[in-house]
């Protein structure tokens, strides 16, 4: 969904936008990391143990252009790798506007949630932070809880900051709340 | 197996050959589909077309890196 398909009421304006905590990218580049280090480390290995004349059945270091390039390859697969992690990332959203919570979950290039409620159908905010690291780093689980019966409930995990945005989204119900009163009462 | 074993197989250049042909299309097809949803349900498009300019740059050093790897393995 673009931004600007949105389609905001003319009220509407966008209070905050969230992704999932960086903990979560730095994660799974990490694992990235391991599977660049692997193959060069395997290959020094193979070479030492050759260098220390053990009797291996092929001469491995006649063959180090052709485990460059084939570990070229891998990168290039790595790579890729990389870029549709970061797509993941930061295609999952959740835009909190003055009257609406839209969550975007991007599952996959062709595979995507969009949901969003309004804010006066909120019913509750639960949040959950659980474990040394998300208390250090202050991310967590937001769990909205709504009256329409189709959403029922939204939940998203590793959120940064989950007390602060349960509190920005509490007092944009309050806000909107004292607005519509006050519209209903000035007619 | 004996490396010039190896080296006389008819089998293995044409492989390496298509090792590189399998990656080009594969990125080829991967950026299209990565430039297409970044670009279209970015939030924030001139970051979306950083990053994806980076992604570019860095997947064409791989495969020019690759392209004249093969091309001394010949």
């Known amino acids: 969904m673009k931004l600007e398909s949105l389609q905001l009421d003319p009220n509407e304006h966008i209070l905050k936008t969230v992704h999932r905590h960086w903990i979560m990218l730095l994660q799974r580049i990490f694992s990235l990391v391991v599977f660049v280090v692997m193959p060069p480390l395997a290959w020094i290995i193979v070479l030492i143990l050759q260098a220390v004349q053990i009797d291996l059945p092929v001469d491995f270091a006649h063959y180090t252009s052709h485990f460059i390039y084939l570990y070229l390859t891998w990168l290039l697969f790595l790579w890729m790798s990389l870029a549709h992690m970061l797509v993941n990332h930061y295609l999952d959203v959740w835009i909190i506007t003055s009257q609406r919570i839209i969550t975007i979950d991007q599952q996959g290039f062709f595979r995507r949630h969009i949901g969003s409620f309004r804010l006066e159908k909120l019913q509750d905010i639960n949040i959950e932070i659980n474990g040394i690291i998300a208390t250090f780093l202050d991310y967590g689980t937001v769990e909205v809880e709504t009256a329409s019966e189709s959403m029922g409930e939204f939940r998203a995990h590793h959120l940064p900051h989950p007390q602060a945005l349960k509190a920005l989204i509490l007092e944009a119900t309050d806000s909107l709340n004292r607005n519509q009163r006050a519209e209903l009462q000035s007619l | ?74």
């Open chain 2, 1 to 74: 197996m004996t490396p010039s074993l190896l080296d006389q197989s008819a089998y293995f250049g044409s492989s390496l050959l298509l090792v590189f042909l399998v990656s080009l299309l594969t990125f080829s097809i991967f950026s299209l589909m990565l430039g297409y949803h970044s670009l279209r349900y970015s939030i924030n498009k001139k970051r979306a077309i950083f990053f994806f300019s980076i992604y570019l740059g860095g997947g064409l050093v791989l495969l020019l890196a690759m392209a004249i790897t093969l091309y001394m393995l010949s």
